[in-house]
């Protein structure tokens, strides 16, 4: 990999979308209530077309996104991220009709799109999955699938093997879903093939309004809507599969591998953000004769924060770029981008509270919201020890090929 950095067009435009963030974008999501999708929010991101560049940009693109509007507006960056995560299945291996029902109304911000992979007893371990597609060998032509389904849309073919399943039942529960319950689809992975490991779970696309599918909102931490699915022998047929029967765990996993470097954008971004205000507290603020920044102590701390969040953006633009030129490596640079950089956030968030003081910790304050965000990156789309463990294996495999590791 070549030594990065950004031409002058991606700085600019860098610039440009902190400062929307900032006039635009945050107004509209300071009146979101939290737990709660924010439409309008989201209507706005469409709006500015920023939805949109999901679907034509590259990892490394997705990346200067996070990071520039999670630095003046978290809410709307983590509601673009959930746009991209959920629907990035539907672009990547979606059927013409899938894609042209779904993607115009998710890049415009009429449609809310969300990736329910994790379970209560399958979080970490994905490929645990316990959901069942048990197959619907009784299911008639009013199944209830055609109902959500516009009459004059075309229908694709079935994607189902000829000598396999072509209808499902969804058995089961999701849960720490990012949208859920108000999303209007849902990317969901449900095992079609039992024992089989991860070599036996489907992607299905699902409309919320199907028969059988409920949820419920859970009070987290984090402002943006999560929550639990109860799936009750919700229909789907080979007209809802993404991808290939039995071969969903790889459309997780790719999506994934373009994602997790944009979570360390966020981190990034975040932490860049907790800097600046450190940057600004410290030169103002007397103490002891003069300005907290006299201090060596405090000078040093701050000297460390900024050396850290460099690094980590230097790896997050590296995985992205990395990803998006088809480089070897891929899933070890993605695991390292996401580990480094969320496990730097979490730290500079850290200092800059205890260097802004009580103040830091009120409601309201920007520390405080940042503190509240910055603690869930190190657990979804794989926990920091998952990461380690993907780096690991990347590793070792590298070393069983007889490659040296980059």
Not at 174 to 196: H, L, M, Q
Not at 319 to 341: C, I, N, Q, S
């Amino acid at each position: 990999m070549p030594a990065f950095s950004l031409e002058p067009e991606q700085i600019a435009w860098c610039g440009e979308l902190r400062t929307l963030a900032a006039e635009q974008l945050r107004p509209l999501a300071e009146k979101g209530e939290p737990g709660h999708v924010n439409r309008a929010l989201v209507a706005e991101l469409g709006r500015l077309g920023l939805l949109g560049r999901l679907f034509t940009s590259g990892a490394l693109d997705l990346c200067l996104m996070r990071e520039s509007l999670a630095h003046a507006c978290t809410e709307a960056e983590t509601a673009l991220a959930l746009q991209g995560l959920g629907a990035h299945p539907v672009h990547a291996h979606g059927t013409p009709a899938q894609r042209d029902r779904w993607l115009p109304r998710v890049a415009d911000g009429t449609a809310v799109a969300a990736f329910a992979l994790s379970e209560p007893g399958a979080g970490s371990d994905a490929a645990a999955l316990a959901l069942r597609a048990d197959p619907d060998t009784k299911a008639g032509p009013d199944s209830g699938t055609e109902a959500a389904r516009p009459d004059d849309e075309p229908v694709a073919g079935p994607i189902a093997e000829p000598d396999g399943p072509s209808r499902w039942r969804l058995t089961g529960e999701k849960c720490w879903i990012s949208n859920a319950p108000e999303a209007d689809f849902y990317t969901v992975f449900a095992r079609t093939t039992p024992g089989a490991g991860a070599r036996g779970v489907t992607a299905f696309l699902v409309p919320a309004d199907r028969p059988g599918l409920t949820g419920t909102p859970l009070d987290m931490l984090s402002p943006h809507p999560i929550g639990a699915l109860d799936f009750d022998a919700v229909p789907v047929t080979a007209d809802d599969v993404l991808g290939e029967v039995d071969r969903g765990f790889r459309v997780a996993m790719g999506t994934l591998n373009q994602f997790r470097p944009s979570v360390g954008a966020f981190a990034v971004g975040m932490a860049q953000a907790a800097l600046d205000a450190t940057l600004a507290h410290t030169s103002r603020r007397d103490a002891f004769g003069g300005k907290l920044s006299d201090l060596q102590s405090v000078a040093h701390q701050v000297a460390e924060m900024a050396l850290r969040i460099e690094a980590a953006r230097l790896m997050v633009y590296a995985a992205a770029t990395a990803y998006d030129e088809g480089a070897p490596g891929v899933p070890k640079r993605a695991a390292m981008a996401k580990l480094l950089a969320t496990e730097t956030a979490q730290y500079v968030v850290d200092r800059a509270v205890q260097l802004h003081g009580a103040r830091a910790l009120r409601r309201g304050h920007l520390l405080e919201h940042l503190y509240r965000e910055v603690r869930a990156p190190r657990i979804y789309e794989g926990a920091s020890e998952v990461q380690r463990g993907i780096i690991a294996k990347e590793l070792y495999a590298a070393l069983a090929a007889g490659e040296e590791s980059q």
